[in-house]
Structure formats: structure tokens, C-alpha cells
């Protein structure tokens, strides 16, 4: 039976990978990033409608507080491993499907990177080189995050990880396909907009 600890940090995983950082941000400049660009309230589009200093914020934020969470249940109570990874995973839920928002919320890549960079840091930067170098050359930020998260689990295989590491990593594929199922649509279109570039509603 799961302790009680884990259920705590759990649900208070959720709770803060929910707050809707850009949005909030946003208010702060009288912006409602949600009728801005593409609506999303991710980093991308925080940087593309309010710049790179309030962009940089809330995707550093929205590291964190996937990191945060993550970090406690990994070093500090110590949680088991697929409790580790549950708590990671609530954060990346939260921030996807935010209570505070009527479920709403972005994409979680900022949430993925942060969990990911308590969790198998090394291999975060492999993927993240794979982001890196997607976006360079085509200028799709969408299609970097989909080749990050595809590169993650093959990358954890490769390395040895447990089951419960790669399990996770699939879960974060399945979920950020899905938050991405529209830009896929526009890729395969040739209709998505590139880097910086003005968003189309919806993405």
C-alpha cells in the first residue's frame, strides 16, 4: 500500500506542476497569453508574445517546479523508484491539466526537462543535443520536443536503466505526443510555424 508521504508529495506535485506560470506572468505585464499567439501557456509562447526575458522566466520556473518535487522524492524523504517517477510524472500532469485553469495548461516539455534533470541527467543532455541540433536545423521547436522525448526512452535502454526509468520516459511520449497532436497535423502540412515566428491558434 502506498505510504502516506508519497500520496502527500504526490498530490502536492500536481498541485505545483499546476500553477500556471506564464499566465501569471503574464498578468503581471496586463497580458492574457491564453488570447495571445497560440493561447498555449507554455514557455514558447510566453517568449513569442510578451519576449525573451518573460519567456526565460517562466520556462526556468516551470523547471523548477518539476524539479523541485522530483528532487525532494528522489533524495530527500527517499521515495522507492516508481514512486520517484510517479511524483515526476504528476508534475508534467499538473502543468498539462491544471486544476487551477479547468484543465487546461501547455505541453510540458519545461516540466519533462526538469524532472529529467533530477531523475537521469546525462542522459537528459543527449536528448537535449537532439532538441538542440532539430531546432537548428529545421527551426521546429514542436519537432525538437517530439525528437527529445522519442530520443529519451530508446537513450535510457541504451543506458542500462531500469524498468520503472524507461516506463516513465514512454508515458512522457505518449503524453507530450498528444499535447503536440496539432502540431503534428501542421507539420505534416507544411503549415507549422517555425521558430519565433507567429503561432497559429491552437499550437
Known amino acids: 500500500m502506498p505510504s502516506l508521504e508519497f500520496l502527500i508529495i504526490a498530490v502536492a506535485a500536481y498541485l505545483l506542476g499546476a500553477f500556471p506560470t506564464a ?83 501547455g505541453k510540458g516539455i519545461a516540466c519533462t526537462i ?19 541540433l532539430t531546432i537548428a536545423i529545421t527551426k521546429y521547436v514542436s519537432l525538437g520536443s517530439i525528437l527529445m522525448m522519442t530520443a529519451l526512452p530508446i537513450l535510457l535502454w541504451l543506458w542500462n536503466y531500469g524498468l520503472e526509468y524507461i516506463l516513465f520516459a514512454l508515458l512522457i511520449l505518449v503524453i507530450g505526443t498528444y499535447r503536440h497532436r496539432s502540431n503534428i497535423k501542421r507539420l505534416v502540412t507544411g503549415t507549422e510555424s517555425k521558430i519565433w515566428g507567429k503561432k497559429n491558434r491552437g499550437g
Open 23 to 105: 499566465l501569471v506572468v503574464g498578468k503581471f505585464r496586463n497580458i492574457d497569453i491564453t488570447k495571445h499567439g497560440s493561447g498555449n501557456i507554455g514557455g514558447t509562447n510566453a517568449m513569442r508574445v510578451m519576449g525573451a526575458g518573460p519567456g526565460l522566466a517562466v520556462m526556468a520556473i516551470d523547471i523548477l517546479k518539476a524539479a523541485l518535487p522530483t528532487y525532494v522524492a528522489a533524495h530527500v524523504i527517499p521515495l522507492e523508484t516508481w514512486q520517484v517517477m510517479t511524483v515526476a510524472l504528476a508534475t508534467v500532469i499538473g502543468h498539462n491539466w491544471s486544476v487551477y485553469i479547468g484543465f487546461r495548461g
Open 114 to 132: 526538469g524532472a529529467c534533470a533530477v531523475l537521469f541527467p546525462a542522459v537528459l543532455l543527449t536528448g537535449f543535443a537532439v532538441f538542440a
